[in-house]
């Protein structure tokens, strides 16, 4: 069991008031908040050892150099990748998403070839190969949900066949929280020859994810919503399938030899990063990754699955409101969306705000999902392993009164 309160203590940002009230931070999905052990590498790395790295021959440069690659190892062993050249540090999960898309689509996937996503897919997963579709002639095919938000499997193998291509899946939907089984449907991929993406920017940060075990070719990752800093991520691929793969991004760092008529690519992971990289922020999620080791993702995942099983029974009492996804916690990850008729989740978010309540209103980059629910947006309070039960009864209180609020007031409308 951890221990939340002394987990809590190492978030400065936990202890501010928000209106006056205590924070009640329940928008995980969106960002998590840093560590001091985070906020405390990226500091010295400005304040001891600010450098570029690679280049330099000097002091400075080489300590930043073997912090920066140390921290690829420690993302690699993570998600146990074996070698470390099979991550490449981007941006943000969209921008690894996008690197596959561009390197590895445009190349390997032609006309009429099939590229199969779920209906879950967050706009990162599923705006890129709507483009790689649409320029080589490919069609996109969707696995549908059963009525609880479920992955609907007993289609999927004809939906995966030996047209597709690419298999391309969220592993936890930021929409409803489903927790799609991507070692099964890896498997379906395999057997006809298809390739496999995970987008990992919901999973990676909240369970144990080992790539070897779900057998994926490309693993996208957050480095926000697991404790590190804005503006990195990183992409997992397989060691030799980036050997195959064509160069994302040209300049700098990203070449051998140069002539003013041609150039020659570097060696992996170099290959894929070119320009000066984000080396604090690479740094600061070497630095996540070790907070998160040393609670052990096992424990981090009990924790929010009790803590959603907390939440589903405080919410299940809430008649006013319809709750999306799973019922049960090992289908689902910490994420609980609903809506009321009654009340637009944005006035919900609002009146949550004054409580002191963070949580996320929208379609949450998931558009054509809530088209499916029949919903222009949802309500969305999303868990994370330092929050508590007394957070989830402030949500379900403040929740009350906001239903009643906006309840009474529709009524005296109508
Ligand atoms: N996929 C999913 C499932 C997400 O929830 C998000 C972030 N909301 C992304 C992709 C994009 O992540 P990033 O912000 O790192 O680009």
Not at 339 to 361: K, M, N
Not at 375 to 394: K, M
Request: aromatic letters at 8%.
């Amino acid at each position: 069991m951890l221990d939340v309160e002394r987990i809590r203590n190492d978030f400065p940002i936990l202890s501010r008031t928000v209106h006056g009230k205590p924070l009640a931070y329940l928008d995980n999905a969106a960002t998590s908040h840093k560590p001091r052990a985070v906020i405390q590498a990226l500091s010295e790395y400005y304040e001891t050892y600010n450098s570029n790295v690679h280049r330099g021959v000097h002091s400075l440069s080489m300590e930043a150099t073997d912090r920066y690659e140390e921290a690829r190892e420690k993302v690699a062993r993570f998600i146990n990748a074996g070698a470390p050249e099979s991550i490449i540090w981007t941006r943000n999960a969209t921008e690894s998403i996008n690197l596959v898309a561009r390197s590895w689509g445009e190349s390997n996937i032609s006309e009429g070839d099939e590229i199969v996503l779920t209906r879950l897919e967050h706009h990162s997963n599923l705006v890129p190969w709507q483009r790689v579709a649409a320029k080589k002639g490919a069609v996109l095919k969707f696995l549908d949900l059963t009525e609880d938000g479920r992955l609907d499997l007993d289609g999927a193998d004809s939906v995966i066949n030996t047209k597709t291509k690419l298999l391309a899946v969220t592993h936890v939907s930021n929409a409803l929280g489903t927790v799609v089984p991507v070692k099964e449907l890896a498997g379906m991929a395999r057997s006809v020859g298809a390739a496999v993406l995970v987008d990992g920017a919901q999973s990676v940060p909240h369970q144990p994810v080992d790539v070897e075990e779900l057998d994926c070719d490309f693993l996208a990752i957050s480095g926000h919503k697991m404790m590190g800093p804005t503006g990195i991520g990183a992409l997992y691929a397989r060691r030799d399938v980036l050997e195959q793969m064509e160069p994302f991004l040209y300049g700098g760092e990203m070449v051998l030899e140069v002539s003013y008529e041609g150039a020659s690519w570097n060696d992996l992971p170099m290959r894929f990063e070119a320009g000066t990289p984000n080396i604090a922020g690479a740094i600061g999620l070497g630095a996540a990754v070790d907070y998160l080791a040393g609670l052990g993702m096992e424990n981090v995942r009990e924790h929010e699955k009790q803590l959603t099983a907390y939440a589903l029974d405080g919410l299940r009492g809430l008649e006013e409101i319809d709750l999306f996804g799973p019922w049960d916690v090992d289908s689902r990850g910490g994420i609980l969306s609903f809506y009321s008729s009654d009340v637009h989740p944005h006035d919900l978010g609002t009146f949550l705000d004054q409580e002191g309540v963070a949580i996320r209103t929208g379609h949450h980059c998931a558009m054509p999902l809530m088209g499916a629910l029949g919903v222009p947006a949802t309500a969305r309070a999303s868990l994370y392993v330092y929050n508590t039960e007394q957070e989830v009864d402030t949500l379900v209180d403040a929740l009350k009164r906001a239903l009643r609020y906006f309840g009474d007031g529709a009524s005296a409308a109508r």
